[in-house]
């Protein structure tokens, strides 16, 4: 671990936003998949959530990820009805990328509040179950002939547009992560292969120098 290294883990951290999110439903293609995660690390969502495909699990990363799944860890969920209500429960709006009554273009809604951002699979889109438990239904306006975009354009528009609203608020000037996040995540970022045994023995990560390096 090289101190440039730890800087960059820890300005990264610095910035990540814990109350934004995706819920991406059945999406079955891998290099969308991995899209979607390379735009989260982007906007620096730290937590992704995903319903497995009916048929096989949570698609495999690909080199579209840019290595993105080692930074934005991903949740699995049994169904997204469940997921959405689990995200609401815990404080977030879900905005639904759906076409209903209640659409409203996706630049209208507030992402300064915790916000997850529901994606469907490219052939089906959201479900109207999970569109309905939604807090609200959103649309990106389209102009051309085809009816919507491939699911990880959608996802790259609608979290820059939460980036925009966020930065203009200032909530990436002051970590967003409590010191004892920031301290554990800095660990697993530095030390991926040392972690899992800290937490197999049940112990604590030890306290890391301010370059990163290990306790002598």
Avoid at 4 to 12: L, M, N, Q, T
Avoid at 132 to 156: E, K
Avoid at 179 to 189: H, I, P
Wanted: charged share 20%; proline share 6%; with cysteine.
């Amino acid at each position: 671990m090289t101190p440039e290294r730890f800087a960059k883990i820890s300005g990264v951290l610095n910035l990540r936003q814990p109350s934004l999110t995706v819920l991406m439903d059945e999406v079955n293609k891998p290099h969308n998949f991995s899209a979607v995660l390379r735009t989260c690390d982007a906007v620096g969502v730290l937590t992704a959530h995903a319903v497995p495909p009916k048929h096989g699990g949570l698609p495999t990363f690909n080199a579209t990820s840019g290595s993105a799944e080692k930074w934005v860890a991903v949740e699995s969920h049994a169904d997204a009805v469940s997921a959405v209500r689990q995200l609401q429960a815990g404080g977030m709006q879900v905005l639904a990328t759906h076409l209903s009554q209640r659409s409203v273009d996706y630049r209208e809604l507030d992402y300064t509040r915790p916000t997850c951002v529901l994606l469907g699979a490219e052939k089906w889109g959201v479900s109207d179950e999970a569109a309905g438990v939604a807090d609200a239904n959103i649309i990106i306006p389209m102009f051309g002939m085809v009816q919507s975009l491939n699911v990880s354009v959608a996802a790259a528009t609608i979290l820059f547009e939460a980036q925009r609203q966020r930065l203009a608020a200032g909530m990436y000037q002051t970590p967003q992560l409590s010191e004892a996040e920031l301290q554990r995540l800095r660990f697993e970022w530095a030390y991926p292969e040392l972690a899992p045994l800290y937490v197999a023995r049940g112990e604590a990560y030890p306290a890391l120098g301010e370059d990163g390096e290990l306790p002598s």
